[in-house]
């Protein structure tokens, strides 16, 4: 479920400074010059992707951003000092949307995507500025301009629908070639390290992007290998797929081969709640891949000793016979529905 990919915030850019009136005084000089400098911009505000974020959690409590007024210009002809810019970071794959016109304002996909978002008023002019051969001492100065304000609303795109999570050698690659007929839809998602390699699943008139994340190991969620990051992707799918493999090695042993799928579930299951971000509570089916490599009869048996381990409610598939995998794309086009009318 998508937890923290909405907020909304109000924007306010601070007002240029203003201008200021002022005159030379000076020994011998009766009546100086103008001298009054301008005014400071007021601070813009941006937005920018940088690298390590995951959720728009922060701008949940954050619900108004300003940047800070331009200051006056003085005398001297000093110019007033420039108001600080104020910069949002954001997740990369994050959406920017005037939230009143509704306008698509920026797509921030990569680390160091930039866009301006408010303008700070400009300054205002000195009397300096408005002297003249014909008006040597104007007593007149500008004020600053007004900052821009907006609100905007901020979207964290999905990466994908689901997201197939197991430890190598599953069968995440493989399951995600049977199920999907389209790869060549799904443009590669543009990062850099760690490609999640996309892949569109079509039944009927229904759709779905699966996405294969490579990298998950035991202590992914503190950080090993690329674990972290694989794991900041799976909070950007919907649904997640649990896989655990029959392993050949269990030698027929059913119960062995039970215990192992147990484990490896555990496994990465623990990474996910570990890692927090409500991964652990996303809507996730638990599958059990390479059931062909099951005798005959034997999945029966294997569902009823899962069952007895508490995990009643199993996929079991195979990507070489196909087994299960429809009933299994079924089941998650069933919780991309569920999921879809509980958020809007
Ligand atoms: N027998 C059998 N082997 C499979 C199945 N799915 C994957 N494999 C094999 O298991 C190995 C790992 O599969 P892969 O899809 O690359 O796993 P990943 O590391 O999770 O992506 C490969 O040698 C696959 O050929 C399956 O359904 N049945
Ligand atoms: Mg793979």
Same mark, same amino acid.
């Given at each position: 479920m998508r937890f923290h990919d909405l907020a909304k915030v109000e924007l306010i850019a601070g007002d240029g400074g203003g201008g200021c009136v002022s005159f030379r005084r000076e020994k011998f000089v009766p009546r100086? $010059?103008?001298?009054?400098? @301008?005014?400071?911009?007021? !601070?813009?505000?941006?937005?920018?992707?940088?690298?390590?974020?995951?959720?728009?959690?922060?701008?949940?409590?954050?619900?108004?951003?300003?940047?800070?007024? =331009?200051?006056?210009?003085?005398?001297?002809?000093?110019?007033?000092?420039?108001?600080?810019?104020?910069?949002?970071?954001?997740?990369?794959?994050?959406?920017?949307?005037?939230?009143?016109? !509704?306008?698509?304002?920026?797509?921030?996909?990569?680390?160091?995507?930039?866009?301006?978002?408010?303008?700070? !008023?400009? !300054? $205002?002019? =000195?009397?300096?500025?408005?002297?003249?051969?014909?008006?040597?001492?104007?007593?007149?100065?500008?004020?600053? =301009?007004?900052?821009?304000?907006?609100?905007?609303?901020?979207?964290?795109?999905?990466?994908?629908?689901?997201?197939?999570?197991?430890?190598? @050698?599953?069968?995440?690659s493989s399951l995600l070639r049977v199920v999907s007929h389209s790869r060549t839809k799904v443009a590669d998602y543009p990062y850099t390290t760690l490609r999640p390699h996309l892949g569109l699943v079509e039944r009927s008139y229904r759709e779905a992007v699966f996405a294969d994340l490579p990298g998950l190991v035991r202590g992914a969620s503190e950080g090993v290998g690329l674990g972290h990051r694989f794991l900041a992707h799976m909070e950007r799918c919907r649904v997640l797929l649990r896989l655990a493999e029959v392993r050949e090695q269990s030698e027929g042993d059913l119960a062995v081969v039970a215990g192992r799928i147990v484990e490896d579930w555990g496994i990465v299951g623990d990474e996910l709640e570990r890692y927090g971000c409500g991964l652990a509570e996303k809507a996730c089916l638990l599958v059990v891949s390479k059931g062909d490599l099951l005798g005959e009869g034997e999945a029966e048996v294997l569902r009823g000793l899962l069952g007895e381990r508490g995990f009643g409610k199993v996929w079991m598939v195979s990507s070489v016979t196909g087994m299960g995998v429809e009933e299994l794309v079924e089941a998650v086009f069933g919780l991309l529905g569920e999921e879809e009318s509980a958020y809007g």
């Open positions: 100086g $010059g103008p001298n009054g400098g @301008n005014g400071g911009r007021g !601070g813009h505000i941006f937005a920018r992707a940088i690298e390590g974020l995951n959720t728009l959690l922060d701008y949940r409590y954050r619900r108004r951003i300003v940047s800070a007024r =331009g200051g006056r210009g003085q005398g001297k002809n000093r110019s007033g000092r420039g108001g600080e810019d104020v910069w949002l970071d954001l997740p990369r794959g994050t959406q920017v949307f005037d939230e009143d016109s !509704g306008a698509l304002l920026a797509d921030l996909l990569e680390a160091g995507d930039e866009v301006l978002l408010c303008s700070g !008023g400009r !300054g $205002g002019y =000195g009397n300096t500025h408005f002297r003249s051969s014909t008006h040597r001492s104007p007593r007149m100065a500008q004020e600053g =301009g007004t900052g821009e304000v907006r609100r905007v609303m901020l979207r964290l795109k999905v990466l994908a629908d689901v997201g197939l999570a197991g430890l190598p @050698n599953a069968g995440k």
